[in-house]
């Protein structure tokens, strides 16, 4: 029976006609004087119409399957579509879970064609939801609020505005999305900007359908919270210079975002070299050099490279562990079997390297130390749980130890050990050196002692000389027999000359001391 102020519809399993207008199931002999009922003519009334369709939406949307059911199924279903999508379940797992229904709750959930129906409904009874909460909070004098933002390249340039709401019985945090645009062109800060201010005057326009009319009012903006990308920067800025009715955010940057560029900025150029090799070889999900890796080392080869920096530590974390032999053996294999010939064999040259090896680990161990800290930080302060709780002990708790007790006194247990397996690592080359160094070292000493003789030995010759010529000036001089020689070679000019041989044989040393100090050692 279709009339212009209802419907009715018979459904021959349960043998019943279903009343659109009064939500109420009638049988197929009643359903004639069921349109002719007071109740009936009452709510069919133009009047009664007209207020359904400006102030009221119905339970169910119109023409929608199963809408000829009975209320309890209809309930049933509406409640398990929210319930699958509070806990993450595609509606296309509802036949999965239909046996358990039917045996337990005894009710038959329909396909998922059928109850997709039901999401119109229960998106409009959850923004009912928000407008409640956020016009409760404004009405307990707490009308400002703070707006996240933030882009994402993966699927497509998009703005959304999602409310976070806290649970106030155990301070879970439940999200809404309540508006959700895509665009086809991607857009800068400006454009960004713009787009934000439209939304705000869209739902504060004095509209009776807007249910958030009043609640995200610019004036009451105070907070804005993002990361440091330029598009963001540049959107604040255009929002804050070009809007005149009392848009002015203070702008909180993201301290997560912060620490990962912190761990970026560490200057550990070998350990990096060697991450990046391996990275090189084992990235694709089906490559045979990954399938070695898993075969020698038991492991799944982690990746890294990724926009957060703990992605790298990570990595860094599992090379550190692997035994150095065996990754040797690795590089080799692939080598000889051509897995990433290319490099494999520019792995298989850094690790024959012993100093880049050594200077490898040691540069491992010092950014594990440091960074394992800033990554547990940065989970700590990405968390789904209201962070004002632990946001603050967190921060003060790494200040403690990396800031206020000094860098000193700061323990590194990773980089004491990697020291030492370094010096082993590169012990073998340097004996000889060492050996060469330890012979230069005693020539020099006894260079040092024979030159310290010969200054002793010098300075008596002087004494002895100037003492005999004070006596020879006392005594008469007597009369010059130009018959003798008149430049005899003289005790002090044989001084002079065992003084320098004996300088000259310091310096020898002092050149070969610093040869060997400048040599592979």
């Known amino acids: 029976l279709n009339t212009e102020s209802a419907s009715l519809r018979y459904d021959p399993e349960v043998k019943r006609a279903w009343c659109s207008v009064c939500a109420k199931a009638v049988t197929y002999k009643n359903a004639p004087s069921h349109t002719l009922s007071a109740k009936h003519r009452q709510k069919t009334s133009p009047d009664a119409i007209k207020a359904r369709k400006i102030y009221t939406q119905p339970t169910l949307p119109k023409n929608i399957k199963g809408q000829s059911l009975q209320i309890e199924v209809q309930n049933f279903r509406k409640m398990l579509v929210r319930t699958m999508f509070q806990a993450g379940i595609p509606l296309s797992s509802v036949q999965d879970l239909k046996p358990f229904l039917m045996h337990y709750a005894q009710c038959d959930p329909g396909s998922a064609r059928a109850i997709a129906d039901y999401i119109p409904s229960i998106l409009l009874d959850l923004k009912k939801d928000v407008a409640d909460r956020l016009k409760k909070c404004a009405a307990d004098g707490k009308p400002n609020f703070m707006l996240i933002h933030d882009g994402t390249p993966v699927f497509a340039e998009a703005l959304a505005i999602m409310v ?19 665009y086809s062109e991607s857009f800068g800060g400006e454009t960004m900007g713009n787009e934000i201010l439209r939304l705000f005057d869209r739902y504060n326009r004095a509209d009776k359908t807007n249910l958030l009319r009043g609640v995200l009012a610019k004036e009451k903006w105070l907070v804005c919270g993002t990361d440091r990308c330029a598009t963001n920067f540049s959107a604040l800025k255009y929002i804050k210079e070009k809007t005149d009715n009392g848009a002015k955010p203070f702008f909180v940057p993201c301290i997560p975002h912060g620490l990962s560029n912190t761990g970026k900025k560490m200057k550990i150029p070998f350990a990096n070299q060697l991450r990046k090799l391996l990275n090189r070889m084992t990235k694709h999900k089906i490559c045979k050099a990954r399938t070695l890796f898993k075969e020698i080392f038991n492991l799944n080869p982690l990746q890294s490279g990724k926009v957060r920096w703990f992605c790298d530590l990570v990595h860094l974390l599992q090379i550190h562990g692997l035994d150095k032999d065996r990754l040797i053996e690795f590089a080799g294999r692939c080598l000889d079997s051509g897995y990433s010939k290319k490099t494999a064999a520019n792995l298989a040259a850094k690790l024959d390297d012993k100093r880049f090896l050594a200077f490898a680990i040691v540069e491992m161990a010092a950014a594990l130390d440091i960074g394992i800290d800033l990554c547990r930080l940065t989970y700590v302060l990405e968390g789904d749980a209201p962070l004002v709780f632990v946001a603050g ?28 397996a370094a010096a082993a690592l590169i012990d073998s080359d340097i004996a000889p050196a060492r050996e060469g160094y330890a012979n230069a070292k005693v020539a020099v000493a006894d260079a040092q002692k024979t030159l310290d003789t010969a200054k002793r030995e010098a300075h008596q010759a002087g004494a002895r000389e100037r003492s005999s010529t004070s006596d020879r000036s006392r005594r008469p001089r007597p009369q010059r027999n130009y018959a003798v020689d008149a430049n005899p070679a003289s005790a002090a000019a044989a001084s002079q000359a065992e003084e320098r041989e004996q300088m000259q044989s310091y310096r020898g040393a002092v050149r070969l001391q610093k040869r060997l100090v400048a040599s592979k050692i």
Do not use: C, Q, W
């Open 164 to 182: 976070r709401v806290v649970n106030e019985y155990d301070f879970a945090i439940e999200e809404y999305l309540i508006h959700l645009d895509l």
């Open 393 to 420: 002990k967190s921060l003060n708790d790494f200040e403690s130890k990396f800031i206020t007790r000094g860098f000193d006194s700061v323990e590194l247990p990773m980089l004491a050990e990697a020291a030492k």
